[in-house]
């Protein structure tokens, strides 16, 4: 036999080739095998049975015998008749089996097996192609054989794009042909925005975020053959999101959190402000904080000692290192990015930013781990000013804000944020947490493979989190009840025992976020001055011959002209070293150049000082001199006492998140260990402090003292320093407790009337899509097209679910309680239609009896899913 010299590459891209050539004719038969031949050409074929009589110059059909598999029937063999000028995978699929190969292919696989197939997948993400492979060979008695798995993996891709392209044209006759339907009207609540509806702050809530457990290993062989591109409305391409890459440079100059050397070396507070880090090369990607302004703040530098804590555990063996995703509140997905060998850039968050712009009307509330700095990085890129006009707005995630800084949770926290609701925006962590459990079986696969595995995924994610819509209004609308019947009795009560108003207690709250932005280690009013007298009195050392005791070495001297420059005295004698003495002088004169240049700086800085405030020199005899001068001995301790009181009010303030009503013991775990982490900073800071109360003769104290302190006015020692906190309304605790019940209550009285209005939104689209349905679904078997079959049964799967939706509907109507709109509205732009036309779909009472009449099994498995989420954030 010929060897055959071609590539990898080159034979994939013949067999795709072919594939293509033969694919239209599989799909046609395929769907002939699954739903029959239409009405109306089975009766023309009736009408004119000698139109099948083959003609006397055409060949008899040939029988082609081809080794198979079928779960169902476990037959070893299938023979198929092929007619002249007909392909034999076109006879195969007729008979209701796929061939491994376009030409000549030598095994055939049943559609019901590669069916099965597939929906084990659907239901269990890890399912690999080897161990169905396997299964298939434990049934016909067999032992495993590798090509069998090639043989499966390559028939499921061509049946994966058979079913694509079939749900392709169904929604083309549904009117949801454009690529970009599914992200702005997927999600009923989200898009299908209603006439007359009130407007809320945000048209939509979502969130974005990275995940690394998606790699895929680089690969010099096979899989870099596969050059095919697997089509879907889910990905970006890397041409669209690498345009943004270069938008935000990164950073040369990084701050690095200080060497713990306390219990577990690490420190997330004992981090020194940085200079203004300068801006790395233009051709230098950054990352979502390299877009901040001024020196990076604590929620940037932690996040970047955990990315590069996370590269230390990655090699540079991938090519893709995971994935970027953005969803909407509600759990459906908007669109998905590859990290290409890179860790989280800053462009992929742009790139999401943009297409939202783009594609999606209305402002949008967007949660990210890191969004409190990614706001920042946003403005200077180009979407940020779109998305900015808008009045959209980025913050972190609930959970994730938690370890955030304080000052960052009283600006970027769902908490604070007006018409946010009791969102918390932690979706992606959910998605991720069972997206993750495709990692093991795309690790190697190819490029197409891996892209249609995790579009395979998200898509019946979608479906689910459709069928649970309803469900998941009729929970949130039942738990911001229970928080504003909660809330409004705790501050009926409350308020009058602490003589405050609610209008005093919104005052005393907005002092709090005010105290917290400003807050600082010492008085900025002092520092113009401290910075002036410590001028002034390194001049008067320079002037005073601070430094004229320079060496004049070797048996010489030196005198000076009060300035504080030295001269060489003059030599002579016997014995004289022309060389030593050269040395000292060039040794003096250098001196003196270093001299007269630090006197003509400080000069120049005390006169642009003066110039800016106005003023003449001051003199030692000033009194502002002389208390300026005072102060700087103190200065030291003040400081460490500013920076102590600082990281222990919030510890002390973060330590009231682990008591937070329903927080659960892993999510207190977690915390607690955060705020492990900021004491070993404040174990540092009482050191620093201690050493500088010691010079001033001033108390001590110790660790065992601070950490136990419940709460700010206990802290005796913070009482004398200029940033005292000890009589602000809003440092006691009973009234912080009620600061909080309040936010709560007013996120929840906004989750209210976003749950009338996506409820409405919901029941208008069941009802616009049972009669879309309906005329589609007329209209294909009048015109007798094949895609009847497939249509019925989208459309079938569809109703259950919007039964399953309009149950849960009726339950959340008939709580008392509900005071939106109990009827469907219209659609804005789309024609009224007579209600006696419109199908109605009946709620199935059994749907819903599993969830409400057995209260509390809904609670165990959104329990068991919150606990699955920690475990995941924790790792």
């Known amino acids: 036999m010929r060897p055959d010299e071609r590539s990898w590459r080159d034979r994939l891209r013949t067999q795709d080739e072919n594939w293509q050539r033969v694919f239209p004719y599989v799909k046609a038969a395929y769907l002939r095998w699954k739903y029959g031949v239409p009405r109306r050409q089975e009766e023309r074929k009736r009408a004119a049975p000698e139109e099948d009589t ?74 690999s192609t080897e161990a169905f492979a396997k299964l298939i060979c434990y049934k016909y008695y067999m032992v495993y054989r590798r090509h069998y798995r090639t043989a499966l993996a390559d028939a499921f891709d061509i ?8 749900d392709a044209e169904i929604q083309q006759r549904l009117g949801r042909g454009d690529p970009n339907w599914r992200p702005r009207f997927g999600c009923p609540p989200c898009g299908y ?151 989280e850039l800053a462009k992929y968050g742009i790139a999401m930013v943009d297409k939202i712009n783009t594609e999606l009307p209305g402002n949008i509330l967007l949660g990210y781990d890191i969004g409190c700095v990614f706001q920042g990085t946003l403005a200077r890129s180009s979407a940020g000013p779109e998305f900015r006009r808008r009045g959209s707005l980025c913050i972190v995630n609930a959970f994730h804000g938690y370890s955030h800084s304080y000052i960052c949770q009283l600006h970027h926290h769902p908490n604070v944020i007006t018409g946010a609701g009791i969102e918390d925006l932690e979706t992606m962590e959910r998605i991720f947490s069972g997206s993750n459990a495709l990692a093991s079986i795309i690790r190697y696969a190819s490029k197409y493979r891996r892209h249609s595995l995790i579009v395979l995924y998200f898509r019946r994610w979608d479906e689910e989190k459709y069928t649970n819509l309803a469900v998941f209004l009729r929970n949130n609308f039942q738990q911001a009840m229970k928080i504003i019947e909660e809330s409004e009795e705790f501050l009926i009560t409350v308020l009058p025992r602490l003589q405050l108003t609610e209008a005093q207690l919104i005052e005393a709250a907005e002092e709090e976020r005010l105290y917290f932005a400003t807050l600082r280690d010492e008085n900025p009013d002092d520092e113009w001055a401290l910075s002036y007298v410590e001028r002034l009195e390194d001049l008067r050392g320079a002037g005073a011959g601070t430094r004229a005791g320079a060496s004049a070495g070797a048996g010489g001297s030196s005198s000076s002209d009060g300035s504080g420059i030295s001269f060489q005295v003059p030599y002579t004698g016997p014995i004289t070293d022309y060389n030593a003495h050269a040395r ?66 919030q510890r002390l303030f973060e330590l009231h998140k682990l008591h937070l009503a329903q927080t659960g013991y892993k999510m207190r775990s977690h915390i607690a260990k955060n705020m492990q982490k900021r004491s070993a900073a404040i174990r540092r800071a009482i050191a620093t402090y201690n050493k500088a109360a010691a010079v001033l003769q001033k108390p001590l104290v110790d660790w065992n003292q601070v950490s136990h302190y419940s709460f700010v006015r206990e802290f005796a020692l913070l009482h004398g ?38 409820a409405r939104r919901l029941h208008t689209h069941i009802r616009d ?78 749907a819903i009896e599993v969830e409400v009449g057995i209260e509390g099994t809904y609670d165990d498995e959104a329990q068991a899913q919150a606990g699955a989420l920690l475990d995941y954030i924790a790792q």
């Open 54 to 127: 083959p003609s006397e110059e055409e060949a008899p059909p040939e029988q082609h015998t081809i080794v198979c598999v079928d779960l169902y029937s476990l037959r070893k063999n299938v023979t198929v008749e092929v007619s002249s000028g007909q392909w034999t995978l076109e006879a195969l699929a007729l008979a209701g089996y796929l061939g491994n190969t376009p030409v000549g292919p030598l095994l055939a696989i049943s559609f019901e097996t590669l069916e099965l197939f597939r929906c084990l997948k659907l239901v269990k993400a890890s399912f």
């Open 159 to 166: 049946y994966l794009e058979v079913l694509d392209d079939v």
């Open 193 to 343: 925005k209603l006439e007359g509806e009130a407007p809320l702050r945000f048209e939509r809530m979502g969130s974005m975020d990275a995940n690394n457990s998606l790699k895929r290993l680089l690969r010099k062989y096979r899989m870099v053959g596969d050059r095919r591109h697997y089509k879907n409305t889910y990905y970006l391409g890397p041409p669209f999101v690498d345009q943004f890459a270069n938008q935000v440079p990164a950073r040369q100059a990084q701050p690095k959190p200080t060497v713990d050397l306390g219990d577990d070396g690490d420190d997330v507070d004992a981090i020194e402000p940085a200079p203004e880090p300068v801006p790395g090369p233009a051709d230098t990607e950054g990352d979502p904080t390299d877009g901040e302004a001024g020196a990076p703040s604590p929620c940037a530098t932690n996040w970047k000692a955990a990315a590069a804590d996370e590269k230390k555990h990655m090699w540079g063996g991938f090519d893709e290192t995971g994935i970027f995703a953005s969803a909407c509140r509600h759990g459906r997905i908007l669109w998905v990015a590859d990290m290409i060998r890179s860790g």
């Open 584 to 649: 000292e002088t060039r040794r003096t004169e250098s001196t003196n150049r270093v001299l007269r240049k630090r006197i003509n700086d400080l000069d120049q800085e005390l006169a642009e000082i003066e110039d800016t405030w106005n003023m003449t020199r001051w003199l030692p005899t000033d009194t502002r001199y002389t208390k300026a001068k005072a102060y700087m001995a103190t200065r030291r301790y003040h400081q460490a006492l500013g920076k102590l009181q600082r990281l222990v009010i």
């Open 721 to 758: 320093s200029w940033n005292d906190v000890s009589g602000k309304t809003w440092a006691r605790p009973e009234v912080r407790e009620a600061i909080g019940t309040w936010r709560r209550l007013q996120r929840a009285r906004e989750e209210i009337q976003i749950v009338y209005r996506d």
């Open 769 to 846: 899509e049972q009669q879309d349905f309906a005329a589609v679904l007329k209209q294909l078997e009048q015109s007798d097209d094949i895609l009847y079959g497939p249509t019925l049964d989208f459309v079938r799967h569809r109703e259950a679910a919007n039964a399953y939706n309009l149950a849960f509907l009726e339950d959340l109507h008939k709580d008392p309680r509900f005071e939106g709109e109990k009827t469907p509205g219209r659609r804005e732009g789309r024609e009224a239609t007579p209600e006696q036309s419109i199908p109605r779909i009946s709620p199935d009472p059994s």
